[in-house]
């Protein structure tokens, strides 16, 4: 493995400092590919699972509550191998940036695989689901995202540079997620797709290969110099429980680690809920304008606050400006939650989250590296894959158990998956042998193309409770929490003469880099 490694192609970055070409290419435009396929995937896999292939009421409604949570165990695990691989990753390109070559061919197959579930028997539909989820998450995006998320912490240690880079890197994400997936996805293309399984297959495949090209371009446009520098000890002769020790030793990783999994909490819930919150409770389903009213508005801050957010965090700080966004931010989700039916009131809830959201959108990267840097300072020791990997864990872990609980929720409440149908009769006999009620009159439902018929249903009190509670509820109780602690996350006081003790440190020691090849 260590000679193939030497063998590979180098990169196109040769600067001792950031470049714009860098900037735009390696940390916006390369990762668009794996990030738009995640962000589809957060937001629609599930609705693929409960409406196109009906898995809610699998096995009493345990498959889709027990299956994430398992997965993510898996997920756990080879978050933790990935991380020791790469903290002990020998190459010129990096430790890193080698296994986003790989993650290029291994994202596009498994992306794939996720949507061409057999029609087959249930046990046959369970045993795809549950191998092409871990086949991509387990596997595949892990190699990505830990590969991809370390491109900042490893890019330099200039810390306004880095800064840029992070701000960058999200500019990316929010494109993604707030662009495309939330108002092209709702208003143009969900309307199309249906619940039609072979549209689907079609619109994942494309996106799916769509990362090979790009996620290329991110190795090639990137660079990471922390590495080259080689500064510090190695660890590759530390036991992950010695690395444990000396991250969860670290007051301002522990409040990191904290930060990131309360967030990821109420960040994965709010994500799980919102196709069906504009589906159920505010507008009614693939209407085409309720989600891309509630994505514009929510999301023109997003887009505006790029301008606005890293001067704010240079002259206030990165945690200061985050921890006064967050208290905006429960404002706006109580303000939403309190008036969940209504759409104007609903807007402006969102507009005032995501003003609150902006700090922690653009800048967390740039936080998680200052804290890595004190680290270093701290304990001598890079632990840039051990750390990265545990960061990892809390994120897919509690995706999973918070997919596993809303589906649970879903199904204890009551949720009722929409329906196909040729005719408006065969729409009239399944209500009237179901006792279910349309959520729109029957003269107003419109065919597809094809002529087939897709009839959404009318939810109980009790599922409309959840969904809310999902998207906007919980948030208010977070975005509290996430002040809190953010409030003694004050790494960024001593960070500049850490750097230079680093700095020091290594110039004293010029043999090491030597040694360490």
């Not at 991809?148 to 490893?154: A, D, I, K, R, T």
């Not at 514009?296 to 985050?322: D, H, Q, S, Y």
């Not at 919980?474 to 003469?497: Q, R, S």
């Amino acid at each position: 493995m260590e000679k193939l490694f030497q063998r590979l192609p180098a990169s196109r970055i040769r600067s001792e400092n950031v470049t714009g070409k860098e900037k735009w290419l390696g940390y916006l435009v390369g990762p668009a590919g794996a990030l738009l396929l995640n962000a589809v995937l957060a937001t629609y896999l599930n609705v693929y699972y409960t409406d196109v292939l009906n898995l809610t009421p699998l096995w009493g409604g345990v498959f889709l509550t027990a299956f994430p949570i398992v997965s993510k165990i898996i997920d756990a695990v080879t978050n933790v191998i990935m991380g020791q691989i790469i903290d002990r990753t020998r190459s010129k390109e990096g430790k890193a940036r080698p296994w986003l070559l790989l993650s290029a061919i291994l994202l596009p197959i498994t992306g794939i695989l996720l949507f061409t579930v057999p029609e087959s028997k249930d046990s046959v539909k369970a045993l795809w689901v549950m191998i092409s989820y871990n086949l991509f998450y387990s596997f595949a995006f892990t190699i990505y995202n830990m590969s991809h998320n370390l491109m900042v912490p490893l890019s330099t240690r200039d810390s306004t540079a880095r800064g840029s880079l992070s701000v960058f890197n999200q500019i990316t994400t929010i494109m993604m997620s707030g662009i495309l997936v939330a108002l092209i996805f709702p208003m143009v293309i969900m309307p199309v797709i249906g619940v039609d399984k072979g549209k689907w297959i079609t619109l994942m495949s494309t996106l799916s290969i769509l990362a090979l090209p790009l996620t290329l371009l991110e190795y090639f446009f990137t660079k990471e110099r922390l590495t080259e520098e080689m500064s510090g000890k190695e660890n590759s002769d530390l036991r992950f429980a010695e690395q444990l020790k000396i991250l969860f030793t670290d007051k301002y990783m522990v409040l990191m680690y904290l930060y990131f999994l309360i967030s990821t909490v109420g960040v994965t819930l709010k994500n799980l809920g919102l196709v069906y919150y504009c589906n159920y409770v505010l507008g009614t389903y693939n209407d085409g304008i309720t989600q891309m009213l509630v994505s514009v508005i929510g999301g023109v801050p997003m887009g505006i606050g790029v301008f606005a957010v890293w001067p704010l965090a240079k002259r206030f700080g990165k945690r200061n400006v985050t921890m006064i966004g967050f208290l905006l931010y429960a404002a706006g989700s109580l303000l939403c939650w309190i008036f969940s039916h209504n759409l104007v009131m609903v807007l402006i809830g969102q507009f005032i989250k995501n003003i609150g959201g902006l700090p922690c959108s653009y800048v967390f990267m740039a936080l998680f590296a200052d804290c890595l840097d004190h680290l270093e300072w701290k304990s001598d020791i890079r632990l840039d894959g051990a750390a990265m990997s545990i960061y990892n864990i809390i994120a897919v872990a509690m995706v999973g158990i918070m997919t596993g609980v809303f589906n649970f929720m879903l199904a204890k409440a009551g949720y009722l998956a929409p329906f196909t149908a040729s005719s408006t009769a065969e729409i009239t006999a399944k209500l009237a042998e179901n006792g279910w009620v349309a959520q729109i009159a029957l003269e107003n439902l419109k065919p597809a193309a094809d002529g087939v018929f897709t009839v959404a249903l009318a939810q109980p009190h009790s599922v409309s409770w959840v969904i809310s509670f999902a998207f906007v509820g919980l948030e208010v109780f977070t975005g509290l929490i996430l002040a809190a602690i953010l409030f003694f996350l004050n790494v960024e006081k001593n960070l500049p003469a850490e750097q230079a003790e680093i700095k020091a440190r290594r110039e004293k020691s010029p043999d090491r880099s030597e040694e360490s090849r």
